[in-house]
C-alpha cells in the first residue's frame, strides 16, 4: 500500500501507489473510481488526479473502461472508431489507444491530451 493522501479534488480516498508505471512515471490512484493519474513529479500527478472527476457509477466511463475487442464501447455522443471522447457527462477525457483490441485508457494530464489533439 502506497502513501496514502486522502481527499484531491473530487476524489475521497487517494493514494500514491508503490512502484512506477512503464514509463518510470509516479502513479496516483483513486480507490473510489479506480482512475490513474501518471506523472514524472508527485505534485503533476496529484495535480492531474484532482483536475479529473469522480464518479465510479458513470456508465460512460464504465463502458470505455472495461472495454476490448469482445466487448467493445461505444462513447456515449460518439462513434466506435473515435479515438479521443470526452465524457459528455463528468468531463473525463479518454483515448482509445488501440482501436484493434478497443482498449480506452482515461487521460488525467493536460499536456498528454493536448498531444493527442494534434496527433488525431
Given at each position: ?23 518510470s ?41 472495461n ?21 459528455p ?32
Amino acid at each position: 500500500m502506497g502513501e496514502k493522501l486522502g481527499i484531491v479534488g473530487t476524489h475521497t480516498d487517494a493514494e500514491v501507489v508503490d512502484g512506477k508505471d512503464n514509463h518510470s512515471r509516479i502513479m496516483v490512484k483513486c480507490n473510489v473510481c479506480h482512475t490513474f493519474a501518471h506523472a514524472f513529479e508527485k505534485e503533476d500527478a496529484i495535480r492531474d488526479l484532482g483536475k479529473s472527476a469522480c464518479n465510479p457509477d458513470c456508465e460512460n466511463c464504465n463502458t470505455l473502461g472495461n472495454s476490448f475487442d469482445e466487448k467493445p464501447a461505444v462513447p456515449h455522443d460518439g462513434r466506435i472508431n473515435d479515438i479521443l471522447h470526452t465524457c459528455p457527462y463528468d468531463g473525463n477525457r479518454w483515448w482509445q489507444c488501440n482501436s484493434h483490441f478497443r482498449l480506452w485508457k482515461q487521460v488525467t494530464s493536460d499536456s498528454e491530451w493536448e498531444s493527442l489533439q494534434k496527433q488525431y
